[in-house]
């Protein structure tokens, strides 16, 4: 008996309802991507390894899936390597491409290599799978798609200011409700720097960014274990559970933060962001909280997280500004800022508040019924017609029995099916069937076209 066919864990195949409801976030996010002038790009599945590693801190590094050369790929290893069974050096030589982590890294390394193409500032898009050697989990998969908008070649705050109100749009279109959380990791570094620990960084900004998921005692447990004093880690503690509205969040931090230049600095970047969107209107609210740290090492100013507030879920969009990103790749000064949404994870809050559109998960809209060729040659001629102004609609291949051919149309949730039969030929009309309320009406190809429209 043959073995059962599966695909590898943290992954998923997707119905044609399923791709529809997929469809719809791709598109409303792409919608609202080109209202504010962003250009969608495409990079490769696979880059070099040299590419990827070390732009996401050792964790990261962890989880990059690796492809094996082709070839020969024992040429030039000695017995000595093999039997070390030393897993990261092996696969060092075994391995020269992975499958892409994110899309900001391969974006930065696109802009080096077309940086006499392209004209700065440069607002891409790119909606396209991404994948993780991570352990699966309810909202977290090893293949998800990002859908990312970045800005590179300006300093300018008022990009942050539009991706927090990119974001905002799109949750409403979706009409999720959601907390868009802002810090700044010059906040966090000036917060190493008055405690003592600077050079402890990102240990701090990597334990303090788990405290929603672990709690605040194991995240204390986990900056000793790093080597932070209990000294610094009791200083840490009113810093990191501050609470109040951002205004008073901020006046607290220009007192705390008085002796960190760089610690000032990311306050008053955090100050303009928020005071820009006041007056803007946005329908979700934003939040100040000296939690959000995002574990990635590029991060160097202000940094987004957005959490669901109906859904218990991990976070569904992130990002931040990363200006030294494409100095690895040997174009320093060029500043960059983005946001990525959490395509998966939002197709999984959608579901669960049941949240989708009518319109967006319906196919087809209409079926014609085949008694045979006289009739199907006639249903033909409608089709041409009502596909012409846009209508989705098929004919049933088979002449089979009416009872296969309305249940072909209940299992696709076809609202309308067309019937044409000796009748319906002699006047040159079809009876069009509601297969909602049951409802037949005897119409013409105009009537029926001004009826589904």
């Known amino acids: 008996m043959a073995a059962k066919p599966s695909i590898p864990k943290g ?18 996010i ?39 050369n082709s070839g020969d790929y ?32 391969p974006f930065a390394r696109y802009v080096v290599m077309h940086r006499d193409e392209i004209t700065f ?34 300093d300018s705050l008022l990009n942050e200011v539009e991706l927090m109100q990119i ?16 810090n700044n990791r010059k906040i966090l570094t000036g917060i190493a720097e008055i405690i003592g620990e600077v050079d402890k960084i990102v240990d701090i900004t990597v334990a303090i960014d ?85 574990g990635l090492n590029y991060y160097t100013g202000a940094i987004f997280e957005v959490k669901a507030l109906d859904v218990q879920i991990g976070s569904i969009t992130g990002g931040g500004r990363y200006d030294n990103l494409t100095g690895v790749f040997g174009m320093p000064g060029v500043s960059g800022v983005g946001i990525s949404f959490g395509a998966d994870r939002i197709f999984d809050v959608l579901n669960q508040l049941e949240l989708y559109p009518k319109e967006a998960v319906n196919g087809t809209e209409l079926l ?12 033909m001629s409608l089709l ?11 004919i049933y291949p088979d002449a089979a029995k009416m009872k296969k051919q309305m249940s072909y149309a209940n299992a696709k949730n076809i609202p309308f099916v067309a019937i044409i039969g000796e009748n319906e030929l002699n006047e040159g009309k079809a009876t069009l069937k509601n297969m909602e309320t049951g409802e037949q009406t005897l119409v013409t190809v105009d009537e029926l076209i001004q009826t589904l429209r």
């Open 30 to 68: 792409r919608d609202v991507y080109h209202l504010y002038g962003f250009q969608q790009i495409e990079t490769p599945s696979m880059e070099m390894l040299s590419t990827l590693m070390g732009k996401y801190g050792d964790e990261g590094d962890k989880l990059l899936f690796k492809i094996q």
């Open 210 to 294: 788990k405290l929603d998921k672990i709690g605040l005692e194991n995240v204390n447990k986990e900056l000793r274990e790093k080597g932070i004093s209990d000294e610094a880690v009791a200083k840490l503690q009113p810093i990191i559970l501050l609470s109040g509205t951002n205004a008073e969040k901020l006046t607290t931090l220009k007192t705390v933060l008085a002796a960190s230049e760089i610690g000032i600095k990311g306050v008053e970047e955090s100050e303009f962001i928020l005071s820009s969107l006041e007056t803007m209107g946005l329908k979700n609210d934003i939040e100040l909280d000296l939690t959000l740290a995002r």
């Open 368 to 379: 014609f019924v085949n008694f045979g060729d006289r009739e199907a040659a006639f249903a």
């Open 11 to 28: 992954t998923r195949d997707f119905s044609p309802v399923e791709m529809a409801k997929r469809n719809y976030i791709f598109n409303t």
């Open 121 to 154: 500032p440069f607002k891409r898009y790119q909606i396209q799978p991404v994948w993780r050697a991570d352990r699966p989990q309810k909202g977290r998969y090893r293949e998800f798609y990002q859908c990312d908008a970045d800005v590179v070649g300006s």
């Open 384 to 394: 041409a017609k009502v596909r012409a102004v846009g209508i989705r609609a098929e």
């Open 74 to 105: 024992f040429s030039g290893i000695t017995d000595e390597e093999l039997l070390s069974r030393n897993a990261v050096k092996l696969a060092s030589k075994f391995c020269e491409k992975g499958l892409r982590y994110d899309l900001t890294v």
């Open 167 to 182: 974001i905002d749009t799109v949750f409403s279109r979706f009409n999720i409700r959601v907390c868009i959380k802002i």
